[in-house]
C-alpha cells in the first residue's frame, strides 16, 4: 500500500498546490488588486482551475484511489489513510461526474451571471437578471442530472455543499424551526422599543474599530503569526495552508457591529482552519468538514460567544478604553442588549440571530420551487414578497432589496444557502454540549479565558478536518444526529429574557 | 500557419499564466505573508515553477515552435509573430538543455544556500558560508556547461539574463567605465565637504514619506489604476499582467532617499512594464527586453530623472509642503546637491551614481574568477578588500559588509549583477538620444512635464516589449550599439558641475 498511497499523495499535493495559489490569487483580487488586474487575474484563476480539475480527474487518481479504498477496506473508519481514501474518492466521483465542456459552459454563464446581477440590482432591475437566472437554473438542473439523486433534484445539488445531507432532512429541520421562530419574532416585534441598540449606531473611527477587532480575535485565539486581517468590499476568511489562514473584514463608520461581528464571525471559520493538523496538509483533507460545520463555527464564536452577556463583561472595559466617548452611559449589560437587538429586515447579510435562519428557508423553498419547475423565474419577485410578509412581517420596497440581493444564484451557488442555517441550528448544539463539559462558561469567558472552549473544539473539530460530515460529527460529539432542539432552546430563552416576553 | 500559432498561443497563455500566478505568490510572500505561511508558500511556488517548466518544454512546444519557426524565415524581423518565434525559440532552447534533476538539484541548493548565507552574515562568518558557495559555483560551472558556449564559460550565464551578450564585451565596457570613474571617484573624495546631504539624514515621518513617494510615482506617470505600491523588507516591481504591475519599497524614518529614489526607481521599472502593448500579453512575449534594459529604465527615471536639478525645481515645493521643517533653508539647488552627494562606501544597495559601478565590476570580476577555477571561494574575501581598496578606496571593516552583502550568488544568480551596471551605462544613452529628439528635457521636468519622455520611450521601447535584445534596441534607437561614451560624458560634467572639479 505504501507505494500507490505515496504516489496519491504527491498527486494530491500537487492538487492542493494548484488550489492554495489560486485561493491566493482570489484573495489578492478582492483584498488589493487594481482595477486594470481583473481581465488577466481572471484568465490566471481559469488556467489554475483547469490544470488542478484535469490533474484531479485523471485517470490515474482514480485507480489509485479504487486501489487504495480496497486496500482500507478493512481499516477502521477513524484512520487517517482510510479517511483519505473516503472523502477523496468522494470528491473524486463527484469531479469527474461533470464534462469539461459543461464545467467550462457554467463557469461562463457564472462570469456573465455576476455581472448581469451587478447591473441589474443596482438598477433595481428584475427583467434584465431574470433571463440569466433562467439559464442558470437550467444548468443546474443539468448539474444534478450529471451527479444523479435518488429523491429530489435539490439533493444532487446540496450534497456539493454538504456531503451526505438530503433535502428531505433539510426540509424538517426548517419546518421544525420556523414553527417556533415566527411567532418569536412576532412577539419580540410587539416590544421592538424595548432594546435600544442606538449606542451600535454611533460614529466610530475606522482605525480604532480596525483595532478593537484584531484585538477581539486575539482574545478568541486568532494567530496572527499565521495570518492576517485585511479590508474587502465583503468579508471572507481564506486558507492558504493551515498557519496562513486570513481573515477579511470592512468597516462601517456609523456600525460598530460590522466590523466588530464581522471579525469574529470570519475568526470563527479561521480558528477552524488554523486548528487543522499538519498532517493533512497538501493531501485535500485538510480543512473544515462542510460548509455547515464550517457556519456552526463561524456562528458559534460569533453569537454564542461573542454576543454572550459573559463576552460582555470581559470585553466592555476595553471597549470603553477605545470609545470612550461612544461608551459613555453604557455598560456591560446594556451592550449586550444593544448588540441583540432583534429587527425583522429585508436583507439577509444585516438579519440578526433570530431573524437570519428564516431569510435561509425561504431562499431553500424558493430553489426547490424553482429547479423542480414549480415556480417560474418571473413569479419569483412576487413569491418572495408574499414569503417575507409571513416569515418576517415585512415586505421589501424593491426588487433589489428582495429577490436581488444574493449574489449566489448568479454564480451558480444553489443548494448554498441551507448551510448558513444548519451551521447556525449545529453550533447551538455543539455549545449545550460544551457547556456540559467545560463547566462554567461563562465564568471562563467573563474572566477573557476562550481557550478552554477552542481547545475543546480543536479536539472535538478542528483536528478531525474533512474526515466526518456534519452528521458524523454531531453522532461523535454530542451523541446525536443534528437536531433543532438546542437552537430553539438557546433562541427562545435568550430572546425571551432580553425582551422581556 | 494559423492553426498552429493559435496552437501554440494556447499552449503560451496557459504557461504565462502559471508564472504570473507565481510571481503573485511571491510578492504575496514578501509584502503580507504571515511568518506561519512560509513552509507552504515554498511547495505552492515549487509546484508552480515546475508544471510551468514541464509544460513550456514539453514536445509539442518545440514542434510548433520548429514549424513556424520555417513558415516565418521569409517574415520581417520586426514582424510581431517572427519575433514571438524567435525570442519564445530562444527561451525553448534554454530552458530544455537544462534536465529537470538538475534545475531541482538547483533549487535545493538555492534554498540552502539562501537560509546558510542570512545566518552566515548575520553572524559576520564566511566560513559558515563557504562550502555553500563552493557548491553553487559548482552547480552554476555545470549550468554553463548544459548550456553551452564558445568563449567564456560566463558567456553562457550571463546570457540567461541578458541574451546575446558576450563577456568579452562587459569586460571591454567595463574596463572603460572604470579607467574614468576611479579618478573621478578620487578626486570627488578629496572634496567631499563641498556637498552637504544632512538633510536627506534627518527625521522624515514614514507615513508623509510614502504619501510623497506615491506623489512622484503619479508625477512621472505610474497608473495606479494599474498598479500599487506595498511595504517590503527589500523593494521590488512585480508584473501581473501590463495592467497589473506593482512596485514595492521600504521606508527609513532617518533617510529619505531610501523610499523616495526607491520609488523612482521601481516606478521606471513598473513604467516599462505598463508600457507593454496588450497584444502581447499571455504569450510570453510580454514584459521587458532583459535585465539591462529593464535596469535602464529604473536608472534612467530614478537618477536622469530624479536626480536632475530641473527634476528639483518641481518637486522642491511639493517636498517642503509635506516636511516644512526639514525644508527650512533648503531650496531647489541645494537639494539637487544633497541627493547627488557621492561617498564611497562598502555597501552595494547604498552606493551613490558614480561609485555603484564600480561595485559591480568588482562582482563581475569575481565571478570570471570563480567560475574559472582561478580564485578559490576562501580566498574571496581577501580579494574583495584588495579589489575596495583599488576602485574605491575604502576596506569593508568585516566580511559581513564585504563579500558576504549580496543575496545573489546564495540563490545561484551568478552573471546577474553586470546587467544592473550596463543598464546604468545604456540609460545616459538612451537619455542623450532623448534630449536631442524631444527638445529642452529640463524646461520639461522644471514645469513637471514628463510625458514627452515617457512617451518616446513607450515608442521606442516600451511598445516592442521583449522583441529585441540590448544591442538592437540600442542601434534602432542611437544608431550604435551599447556605447560607454554618453555614460561617462554624463557623470564626469554632472559630477565635476556639483564638486567643482
Redesign the interface.
Known sequence: MTETLTELKTLL??VD??G???A??SW?QQA??????A???A??L???SR?SHERFTSERVGHLLYDLSKETRDASYDDDTASLVRVLKRDYEKAVRLPSTFVAELAEASGLGTTAWAQARAANDWAAFQDHLKKMIELKQREAEYLGYHDKIYDALLDTYEPDMKTAQVAEIFDGVRRELVPLVRAISEHAERVDDSVVRRAYAPDKQWALAQEALRAIGY??????M?RVPHPFCTT??N??VRVTNRVLPNFFNSAFYGALHEGGHALYEQGSPDKF??TGLGGGASLSVHESQSRLWENLVGRSRAFWEFFFPKFKKTFRKNAAEMDAEKMYRAVNKVQPSFIRIEADEVTYSLHIMLRFEAENLLLENKLKVSELPGWWDEAMSSYLGVVPPDVARGALQDIHWSMGSCGYFPTYALGSIFSAQLFEQAREQLGDLDEQFARGEFSPLREWLTANIYQHARKYTLNEIAMRVTGEPLQTRSYIAYLKSKYSEIYGL
Chains 1, 2 share one sequence.
Not at 488589493?32 to 488586474?37: A, L, Y
Not at 494567530?223 to 492576517?228: E, I, T
Open positions: 499535493a500537487e498546490d494548484l492554495k495559489a489560486a491566493v490569487l489578492d488589493n488588486m487594481p482595477p486594470g488586474g481581465p488577466a487575474r484568465s490566471q481559469a488556467t489554475l490544470l494567530d496572527f503569526a499565521r495570518g492576517r485585511d492558504f495552508s498557519h496562513d496538509e497538501r
